[in-house]
């Protein structure tokens, strides 16, 4: 028996989200959403405009705009001649990415806290203040960047925090994938705020445990989700 395309069976969830939302691009948005996130549509999986349309029973506007929705979600990506893909989200590479961060941003901190002002760290609360109010996953993954260089930036050593501030960047698709399937927001601001009161008590040991477990406890539920995901779809 031939299993069928993948786009074939978004049916279910199609019909679940079809009452539940105003306009044409949030049903879709919301069916794709749920599909990426369970592993009905993998990895790698191109999504066609015309198929979705077609499957939706909707005008490609519609869905062009919900692709575009799960892009900023780090969702979907965009490849020249191939269009929208559903992205490939590693359990492997984001404890990767992890592993590096908690050893490269701890030592940027111990350096930096001392010589951070009272308008970096005005500028930090801020910062938490403004994710607070944000709602596009696009935006908090640049809010939350600039959070960390902030507290990092004055530890005086450019190579640490080019290389710190690119594997910020390339946990950033990680950072988003965590808002859309298991809702981090609330938990990591908390971890920010505790973050920064510990900077403020110039209290180098604790800001730097802080930092270490706000990067791996984020990578310990995205693991859990990623590893209970597989089973279920597999």
Avoid: K
Wanted: glycine share 4%.
């Amino acid at each position: 028996m031939t299993t069928p395309p993948p786009i074939l069976d978004l049916s279910q969830m199609i019909e679940r989200h079809r009452p539940r939302f105003r306009t044409a691009s949030e049903f879709v948005e919301a069916a794709l959403r749920e599909a990426i996130l369970s592993g009905v549509l993998p990895g790698g999986l191109p999504l066609r405009q015309e198929e979705l349309a077609a499957a939706f029973g909707v005008s490609r506007m519609p869905v062009r705009e919900a692709l575009r929705q799960l892009e900023a979600r780090a969702l979907v990506e965009f490849h020249p001649h191939r269009g929208a893909v559903v992205v490939e989200i590693s359990a492997q590479d984001a404890a990767d990415i992890s592993a590096i961060r908690a050893a490269l941003e701890p030592a940027a901190l111990r350096l930096s806290l001392p010589h951070l002002t009272r308008d970096d760290l005005a500028l930090a609360a801020d910062l938490i203040a403004e994710m607070d109010a944000e709602a596009d996953p696009g935006r908090m993954g640049e809010l939350n960047r600039r959070f960390h260089m902030t507290l990092y930036a004055r530890a005086g050593r450019p190579r640490l925090l080019a290389l710190t501030e690119q594997h910020l960047a390339a946990a950033d698709r990680y950072l988003r994938f965590q808002f859309a399937a298991l809702a981090h927001h609330p938990r990591s601001q908390d971890e920010h705020n505790a973050l920064l009161a510990a900077c403020r008590n110039g209290d180098a040991d604790r800001a730097c445990a802080l930092v270490t477990r706000h990067i791996l406890a984020a990578e310990e539920l995205l693991t859990r989700f990623l590893t209970v995901r597989a089973a279920h779809s597999g």
